[in-house]
């Protein structure tokens, strides 16, 4: 369960407080509506034990429960509400595939066989009822024929619905169109059995039809069926294709690879390889795992992947990724990580479990919809009393109670947010954005600081060695074999250099009795000596002085943009090792596009206050805080927030856990540790900076599709509803406008696949 703060953010996923409860993943189908999802979400969380989610855009629906028959007593339950569902399985989405198949195809011969029959019919009644003469014998029956297959066959999915709701005791829009399409019919029977005896037109001996096309309504409610189909054919192709870009990352992994065993190669599915198997990959073929490149060289495209538009050259020793494609050479790779474990997989379930979170205007969608349709069925009666009262002809009226009826269905008003943020959420996935929730993607569009850690976020996190100073007894190399052995505990970027450098000249020495000061350094014994590596801070927390000439040579190195770590052993200063970082090339680049879209840029370093301010000022960041422990850090977050800030914080390390819970919008780089991912709410692929560029761009335009979308089916009800209410709105004119409201909603939320990473545009930031 994810706990939000009071501006808005997400916070560190509660493992201990879901530990216990069953996560249940369904596919429903015959949903039509937004009402639908909300009818289906109401009923499974009456069930005692059980919490729902239902996405009428993604039709499925996260179930979580403490009975290990959660998953049986919510697909129960959702049948007997009308509906059916199915288990989700992980990577074997046919059911749905088959479900939405069959509803679209189903909705294609339905609206093929309605218009087919609706324009001879429009045609009919139009030029029949106004023509007297071009009548011929039983024209009205012929009328009538044609008119049945429309209300009963074409229109049996709106009549369906319609039952079933009611036998919850609920509506939906279904009953707007089933009760409008009815009504229809019936005042066509009986202005055709029981119109006036007088003037020609009888029908069938009993009576003759009105005068005007507008009394019979065969036509318009023909019309409105017709409509409706198209607008339902064409809003279901449309939310396949939304579906198609959030499911986009799980089909680039491959199906069978090239196993190698004993020389001999052969060709199993993927469900059958092992880590530790070595997989032959040809030219323009896809890596299926994650693994170490052990023969040959070639060219990785992961564009598809990670909107890296560069291909990178590797070679034996070069980490590969499964999905990305080889393009010019034959490579073999000792296969590390398979199946879920992959990069891919992951990134494929982040942008899965994505979808069930619900956003907040979503929610706020829904529970309009679930209100808005016996309040507009309210009105509709309401209309035509009032028209029938201040004399107008029953036709009138009634024309005009139909009219409101039809188009106030808030069908786009379901549909709004939903679509938009599933196609945000997929395009990211396609450029290396990962995001793990709808409201982070909310977040995200409302920041306005942007601090960055330093180490592995903004600088590349390969230090070197720059030099090795002994003060004490020990040679140069026994110290840097002390200060490996102790950092060879630690998973910090410096720790790793200095152990990597202690490694190539011999053998470390062996450590006991390890400990870690997050942000400071570490201690072991080694020995039979307590050895400390450690930051200047560090040392003298722990009460060990230097000489001044060390702490002079110390800030030179400092202003030179070096990080230095000390060494003591048995409480003596023993010496200090230099190490330089390497910006990366898109960091400047980065700052300087988030400040043209008005964001504030700060820097958060564990580092000296020298180094921390020569990379700030390479990279051109508005402020910078040095030498901050992990607890500072998130500390110095709160502090902006308290001042009014929404804040962002990127970082890739466990020190920045803390820090990246505490924003309101966390972003962690891929090659973080596992605790940073977990506490993020966004994960960039890419390598390059750049991405955080991306993600807000991406969150602004999302949201702006948002907002247009709502602004469009708020807007659209309440201008129409009272002009249908005045009579000057064609129930026919009433039925396309809502079915083409629908379209537009989902066709511009389907613009989001066209969204390129790129520089800031020019006005962004007035936009915003």
Known sequence: MTSVNTLGGTNVTDAASDADLTAVDLNISGMSCAACAVRIERKLNKIPGLSATVNYATERALIQGDAADAAEVAISAVKRAGYDAQLRVADDDEWTARATATRISSLRRRLAVA???????????LLLALVPSWRFPNWQLVCLLLFIPIVT????????????????????????VSLGSTASFGWALY??????????????????????????????????????????????????QAGDVLNALGRLAVKEVRRMHAGIESIIPIGRLQAGDTIAVLPGERIGADGRIVVGRSSIDASSMTGESRPSDVGPGDMVVGGTISINGRIEVLAESVGSHTQLAQM????????????KVQAFADRVSAVFIPIVIG???????????????PRTAFGTGIAVLIIACPCSLGLATPTALMVGVGRGGQLGILIKGQDALEASGVIDTIVFDKTGTITNGELALSEVKAVGNCTPGELLRLAGAVESGSEHAIAVAITAAARRDGDLAIATEFRSFPGMGAAAMIDGRRVLV?????????GLTYPAEVEAQIRALNADGKTVVLISAGGHLEGFIALTDTVKESAKRTVSDLKALGLRTIMLTGDAAGPASVVAREIGVDEVFSEMMPTQKSAA???????????????????????LATANLGLAMVQGTDIAMKSADIILVREDLSAVTDAVLLSRQTLRTIRVNLMWAFGYNIAAIPIAALGLLNPLIAAAAMAASSVFVISNSLRLRNFQPSRVPAGEEENQ
């Open 153 to 176: 066959w074409a229109a049996w999915p709106f009549h369906r619905a319609t039952l079933r709701g009611l036998r919850q005791r609920t509506l939906s829009m279904d009953t707007l």
């Open 637 to 659: 977050i709160q502090r902006l927030q308290a001042a009014g800030h929404n804040v962002a914080m990127v970082g890739d390390g466990v020190n920045d856990a803390a820090a």
């Open 379 to 393: 009105i509709a009666i309401a209309v035509m009393m009032i028209w029938l009262f201040i004399g107008a002809e």
């Open 191 to 240: 202005a055709l059995i029981f119109g006036s005896p007088s003037g020609p037109g009888y029908w069938l001996g009993f009576g003759v039809t009105p005068e005007g096309a507008d009394s019979i309504y065969l036509d318009v409610a023909a019309g409105m069926i017709t409509f409706q189909l198209a607008g339902r054919y064409f809003e279901a192709r449309s939310r396949r």
């Open 115 to 125: 218009a087919i029959l609706t324009f001879p019919l429009c045609d009919l009644t």
């Open 348 to 359: 494929a379930a982040i942008a899965e479990q994505a979808q069930q979170r619900k956003a």
């Open 534 to 542: 450690g930051s200047p801070k560090f040392f003298t927390e722990e």
